[in-house]
């Protein structure tokens, strides 16, 4: 039960917030979170394979790609990037059309350098459906 | 509406959550319920039928004297669906902290994986 980050309902019940620290430089935590090549190695979720189509990363670009089951199923998912401020803020929503799996969802995730110890830095993420979006 | 809907939709209020976690303490009367909040006794009584609706609190049955007091199962369902959500993130965020490590060779392995058990540490040639 108790894991390594803290994943808990923000106050306003539309977003959920996790925290974990991780112990790489930023900069390279970036880059693993915003190369397709890396995100195929870790996006999961367990058991999953990940296949990218299309990576177009810049603010309004989209990631196509597909999760392959452990059953066998594909989801096809569309990710498309709404802020992208290199190396500490990415935002991006997932969904939009039939063509994809019926999940709406805004992700922010921040990515803190917290000093200290070489390598000591952490990765805030939050979401939140879509619909609750603020801005 | 589902109950999970009917539970989130409940709790999408302040002061309905204020209330819940009054309920926490302990059971009370719908007077000491309105006591903080700057809001009429029928406006309390309608959150707490909206409360009560949603399985989230239940009432005494005597009509005068119906203190109020929380329904943990409710909210157990609220847990169980962001279970979900942690496992999906432990898993994935797991998973990011394993490849980083095989990124940076150099780095400490805190977590040492099934094949290095007895030696703990120590490098191996």
């Known amino acids: 039960m108790a894991g390594k980050s803290s994943i808990d309902l923000e106050s306003d019940l539309k977003t959920i917030l996790g925290l974990r620290v991780i112990d790489a430089p930023r900069e390279l935590v970036w880059s693993v979170w915003t190369d397709p090549k890396h995100l195929a190695q870790w996006w999961g979720p367990d058991g999953f394979t990940t296949t990218t189509s299309s990576f177009d990363f810049r603010p309004g670009g989209v990631w196509r790609f597909v999760m392959h089951g452990p059953d066998g199923r594909d989801y096809e998912n569309r990710i498309t990037f709404d802020a992208i401020v290199k190396p500490e803020r990415l935002e991006y929503h997932h969904g939009g059309g039939d063509d994809v799996e019926p999940v709406q969802f805004r992700t922010t995730v921040v990515f803190d350098d917290l000093g200290g110890k070489p390598g000591s830095r952490c990765a805030a993420c939050s979401r939140r459906p879509r619909s609750a979006r603020a801005s | ?125």
């Open chain 2, 1 to 125: 509406m589902d109950p999970l809907s009917a539970t989130f939709s409940a709790l999408a209020d302040p002061t309905r959550r204020a209330i819940l976690a009054r309920l926490a303490l302990g059971e009370s009367f719908v007077s000491e319920l309105a006591e903080p909040f700057d809001i009429s006794l029928p406006a309390v009584s309608r959150h707490l039928k909206v409360l009560e609706q949603a399985g989230l609190i239940a009432r005494g049955r005597h009509a005068q004297w119906r203190p109020c007091r929380i329904e943990l199962d409710a909210l157990k369902g609220v847990d169980e669906w962001l279970e979900e959500y942690r496992r999906l993130w432990e898993q994935r965020l797991d998973r990011l902290e394993d490849y980083l490590r095989t990124l940076q060779p150099g780095a400490p392995d805190e977590k040492s994986p099934g094949k290095n058990q007895e030696k703990k540490g120590g490098r191996k040639k």
